[in-house]
């Protein structure tokens, strides 16, 4: 194992430890294959947490740049460290506030969502002016860990119901959105890539 492997070993440990969500490793393979497949170099993440995904991202090839967003101020300070740690500071622009209060210059290739789980919409139509082109957006956690594909009844707090019902009427957005196309990958806890329409 070479030093950076035994770093995001240590920071996917940390993540568990402290209870803090971070993508899936089926997940994260998948995103990281999907920037490399299209050639994306100019990233916005929408959910920092600890940095994993953005430092995950960033690894991919030396010429991307990644643009990320967090809100909360302890996860603010441990993502500043290890992007220091990995030496990625000028390639990861890390910014501190609530993403809806954030608003942005120039284009995007690739816009990933995975913050607050009950406000993927509002992301979604808050940055799509950033999207470039040919540019995708990649939500997460389509499947809410299960939840969205139970019974309503079945759904143990309000919190999550209410959470699982605003991911169900996200997807509705997407897959009859007159502009965009969207297609729902069973991987991880569940990934939504979306396109521009022909
Ligand atoms: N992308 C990260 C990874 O895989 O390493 C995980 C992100 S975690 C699932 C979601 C993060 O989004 C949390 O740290 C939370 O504080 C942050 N968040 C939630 N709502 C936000 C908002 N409105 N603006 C900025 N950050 C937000």
């Known amino acids: 194992m070479n030093y950076q492997d035994k770093d995001i070993k240590e920071l996917k440990e940390y993540a568990i430890e402290e209870n803090i969500p971070i993508m899936q490793d089926d997940g994260i393979e998948f995103l990281t294959n999907f920037i490399i497949k299209k050639q994306l170099k100019n990233i916005l993440e929408i959910g920092t947490a600890i940095g994993y995904s953005a430092i995950m991202m960033a690894k991919t090839s030396n ?5 990320t967003i967090e809100r909360d ?5 441990e993502a500043l460290k290890n992007i220091k740690k990995f030496n990625l500071e000028d390639r990861i622009t890390l910014i501190f506030n609530d993403a809806l209060n954030v608003k942005l210059e120039g284009e995007f290739d690739l816009i990933f ?9 509002d992301f979604f139509e808050h940055f799509e002016a950033n999207l470039s082109l040919d540019g995708y957006i990649i939500t997460d956690n389509m499947d809410f860990h299960g939840y969205v594909a139970m019974k309503e009844e079945d759904i143990p707090s309000k919190n999550i119901l209410g959470i699982v019902r605003k991911i169900k009427d996200y997807t509705y957005f997407l897959e009859n959105h007159m502009l965009y196309k969207t297609t729902i990958y069973k991987i991880g806890d569940g990934i939504a890539v979306t396109e521009r329409r022909g």
């Open 63 to 67: 010429d991307i740049h990644i643009t």
């Open 73 to 77: 101020e302890t996860r603010y300070m």
């Open 113 to 121: 969502i995975d913050a607050a789980k009950g406000k993927n919409k």
